[in-house]
């Protein structure tokens, strides 16, 4: 998954990166994107909106995230110079320093989502073993410990190795998946259906039914940038906008299809109250024990894979900006099996912090999935802002000015992802910040390392910004003013 850096005293010797090919890529976008969420989704959405709230939502969502994924496929052949997508274009469009909290950002969003993956494996085991609870008891948290590190031993084999392994995972996952929603729709009831189209008296208005959505969809349409980041990989540079695209509208399908025939089984209000994997609940009511079976043992084979692509993508994108000078040194050395070890490990690393601080946590499961999310809404932002320094020709390495249809596509990718920033609201941004402002330390190295000035001055004032949201957000936990 990365090019190996120079020899050293430590005898690493150099290898080709492996090329990707167009199916590959697009399964590294479907297998990263096809994970824990959809799993989720039908407790997820009923406990916000009813069928006509979640009709509104994947338009809006599915419009937004099309215009990101259209973004990628236009950055990837307008800058082909830029490696490891979200954090390249941020760094390129505005400075070392935002290009690194977007790369800190990216990076911390794949492993605190790496930690729901664990979470809703142990969950769905404890409904076998109540030792386990909802995957945050002492017990869950030392077995997903183990499985963080055996996966970490696993991935050190070879980005060659893992890759074979995600293809055959990902036509794997797709299969319950697929099984449930025909199952569904052959056991779908109109009045079931009918009674939930407005919606519970709980969720509120339209608009705040939609609202209360968006980071449910941020976190299930997380890998559209999947090929991006491992545009460096691609075998043909049109390959990654190709897979980007293709694996963006066949997950698409699935995530609206599974969230709308739930609503034709069982009323809302009970569906808001299964326990994750709540699809497993859904096909249970449906068809008896054995689909919530089926589709308990299809959700250890997705999250699984997803598991995998995430935590090579988070190594990827640490060790692509320590290759340039953005992370410290040591963050770029790779092995001869072309695995950034230290990388992987700093990840690993993280995701089993989070993974302690979910014990703590009200709600362990979305708790950690609104922080992935929230944590990917700064990235995708400045993604999208460089977007449009590009299709206005402002950008010298992209060179003239786009024609009005990428102009359009880079306007509306800006403001769909400016939205989703007013729908988490301040608690999840001041909670990402908390991440953010100790992150620096790395940066702050880096600088040292080259012998440069830490901080220029509009990069301070950059960084007094973020000391001061994460002061807040640790007196607003400190206080109870916003919870976990």
């Known amino acids: 998954m990365a090019q190996p850096a120079p020899p050293t005293s430590t005898a690493e010797a150099t290898s080709p990166t492996a090329k990707l090919a167009f199916w590959t890529l697009t399964s590294m976008v479907v297998g990263s994107m096809v994970g824990a969420g959809v799993f989720s989704l039908p407790a997820r959405f009923a406990q916000q909106t009813g069928v006509a709230g979640a ?16 973004v990628f496929q236009r950055l990837a052949m307008r800058r082909p110079d830029l490696d490891a997508g979200v954090y390249a274009y941020a760094k390129a469009g505005f400075g070392e320093y935002p290009g690194f909290f977007s790369a800190i950002g990216y990076w911390a969003s794949a492993c605190v989502g790496n930690v729901t993956y664990w979470v809703l494996i142990m969950s769905t085991a404890g409904a076998l073993v109540p030792a386990l609870g909802e995957g945050d008891t002492v017990l869950a948290i030392v077995l997903s410990s183990a499985g963080l590190w055996g996966f970490f031993l696993l991935i050190k084999q070879g980005v060659k190795e893992a890759a074979a392994i995600n293809r055959i995972v990902t036509v794997a996952k797709l299969i319950p998946i697929g099984v449930f929603v025909v199952l569904a729709l052959f056991f779908f009831d109109p009045g079931a259906f009918a009674e939930n189209w407005a919606g519970a008296d709980y969720a509120g208005s339209l608009f705040s039914q939609v609202k209360g959505t968006m ?12 090929a991006s980041v491992y545009s460096r990989h691609a075998r043909r540079r049109e390959d990654v906008g190709r897979a980007t695209i293709t694996g963006f509208l066949s997950v698409f399908a699935v995530f609206a299809s599974v969230t709308i025939v739930s609503y034709g089984i069982m009323p809302m209000d009970e569906i808001a109250e299964l326990r994750q994997p709540s699809m497993a609940g859904v096909l249970e009511r449906a068809v008896g024990t054995w689909g919530m079976v089926f589709v308990s043992v299809g ?25 340039d000078k953005d992370m410290p040194r040591f963050l770029s050395k790779a092995t001869a099996a072309d695995v950034p070890v230290p990388a992987l490990a700093l990840s690993t690393a993280l995701s089993q912090v ?21 944590l990917t809404l700064i990235p995708f932002l400045l993604a999208a802002l460089f977007a449009v320094k590009v299709a206005f020709g402002w950008d010298r390495g992209a060179g003239s ?38 992150a620096t330390i790395l940066f702050v190295m880096s600088r040292r390392e080259q012998g440069r000035r830490w901080f220029s001055a509009g990069e301070s004032v950059l960084l007094g910004v973020a000391v001061l949201a994460a002061a807040l957000g640790v007196l607003a936990l400190g206080m109870n003013w916003i919870s976990i």
Do not use: H, Q
Request: glycine fraction near 8%; charge should be negative.
């Open 401 to 438: 000015r786009g024609g009005g249809a990428e102009i359009a596509v880079a306007v509306l990718a800006t403001v769909y992802t400016a939205f989703l920033l007013f729908a988490a609201g301040p608690k999840f941004v001041l909670v990402s910040f908390i991440v953010y402002a100790p």
């Open 215 to 226: 980071l449910a969809t941020v976190f299930v349409f997380l890998g559209v940038e999947g």
């Open 299 to 323: 959700l250890v084979v997705s999250v699984l894979g997803a598991y995998l692509a995430w935590t090579l993508m988070a190594a990827e994108v640490l060790f692509v900006a320590a290759k």
């Open 354 to 374: 989070v993974l302690v601080v979910t014990y703590f946590s009200e709600d362990a499961f979305n708790f950690a999935l609104d922080m992935t999310s929230a």
């Open 55 to 70: 009709l509104i939502s994947w338009a809006i969502a599915g419009t937004g995230m099309l215009m990101l994924a259209f």
